[in-house]
């Protein structure tokens, strides 16, 4: 406030209007008014929060931007100069896109859940249980540094008839198995195998933050262990399984890989539709549209989840 006193005082030559909420009679000098700006902008915060909103508008902000943009041009054109237009909304709105929006939605979303279920014994093992959990860590992280694509075609490699499991199952035992890849199930598998570390390690830290001095004290009270998981452990982890839901489902939601390798396009997701309309069908604001919807829908869920997030508390500054 003190800095727009003397900026106004600054600009009118210390005559402030009535109500500009001082009652100083003293006139500014114009170069106090520099000063002082000098002053704010030389802040530690500000000047250590500059690479990340220099790095936000550029790698972020001007792309988004220039897609938002691009989804009010005519369909077919390559310049955001032309007069904007609603034409690419309403066609995705008449056309069959509802379809692949529905897929990713209800894959993301069982992503997740099964995701849920199958990381809380092992994130609570690595907290609590087990003796080693370094080792296990190790073992979750060490895939990530290998490609998702190359990861995937394993699978294929694995699952596929005469692949690996076919190809054992008939040297040991003569017997066939079909190929199960390129459905619905695949696509799926595909994703928790892909997205189980971004699940896993948030929720682990989750479980971290519950004291032990609550667990005891409830078992005290003669709470037994079902009690004990929901009334004490599941709230007191919620920040970390809140932040594993919300980059799973959203990166669940996103993912094209997974259903063009192991789903062999039985399914298209709505990525796919947005990558062939960006490249086959070269008609960007078509594309550009789709991800805007998309992102539209990202930004709901996500704005969603950290209203009901104390980030405060999550990174141990709050009481």
């Known amino acids: 406030m003190s800095l727009v006193r003397s900026l106004l005082s600054g600009v009118t030559g210390g005559a402030l209007p009535r109500g500009a909420g001082t009652t100083s009679t003293t006139p500014a000098q114009p170069g106090k008014a520099l000063a002082d ?7 530690p915060g500000l000047l250590l929060s500059l690479p990340v909103l220099v790095l936000l508008l550029t790698g972020f902000l001007a792309p988004l931007v220039l897609v938002v943009t691009y989804s009010v041009m005519p369909p077919h054109s ?22 692949s929006f529905l897929w990713s939605l209800l894959l993301a979303f069982l992503t997740t ?54 190809g054992s199952m008939r040297a040991l035992f003569d017997i066939s198995i079909p190929s199960v890849l390129y459905n619905g199930p ?3 598998l595909g994703l928790v195998v892909v997205f189980l570390p971004f699940m896993l390690f948030p929720m682990a830290l989750g479980i971290s933050m519950i004291p032990d001095a609550c667990r005891e004290a409830a078992y005290d009270m003669g709470a037994n262990r079902w009690q004990v998981f929901r009334e004490v452990e599941v709230p007191l982890a919620m920040p970390g399984i ?15 890989a997974e259903s063009k390798i192991l789903g062999g396009q039985s399914i ?20 550009a549209a789709l991800a805007t919807l998309l992102i539209a829908l990202t930004a709901v869920l996500v704005l969603t989840l950290l209203a009901r997030l104390d980030i405060d508390r999550l990174f141990g500054r709050g009481d």
């Not at 390559?78 to 379809?99: C, E, M, R």
């Not at 609590?128 to 490609?147: A, E, G, W, Y």
């Not at 809140?242 to 094209?256: D, H, K, N, Q």
Request: aromatic share 12%.
């Open 78 to 99: 390559f310049s955001i100069t032309q007069v904007p237009t609603l034409a690419n909304y309403a066609h995705i709105l008449s056309s069959s896109y509802y379809v």
């Open 113 to 166: 859940v099964i995701l849920m279920a199958v990381s809380w014994p092992i994130a609570y093992g690595m907290m609590r249980t087990f003796r080693h959990p370094m080792v296990l860590t190790l073992f979750l992280v060490l895939p990530l540094f290998i490609s998702e694509n190359v990861r995937l075609y394993g699978w294929v490699l694995t699952l596929l008839q005469h692949g690996v499991v076919d």
């Open 37 to 43: 700006l000098v002053r704010h902008l030389s802040r």
């Open 186 to 188: 695949m696509i799926l």
């Open 268 to 287: 298209i997701m709505v990525a796919q539709e947005i990558e062939t309309a960006f490249t086959y069908a070269q008609n960007w604001p078509l594309g």
């Open 242 to 256: 809140l932040i594993g839901a919300l980059l799973t489902f959203v990166l669940a939601l996103g993912s094209i």
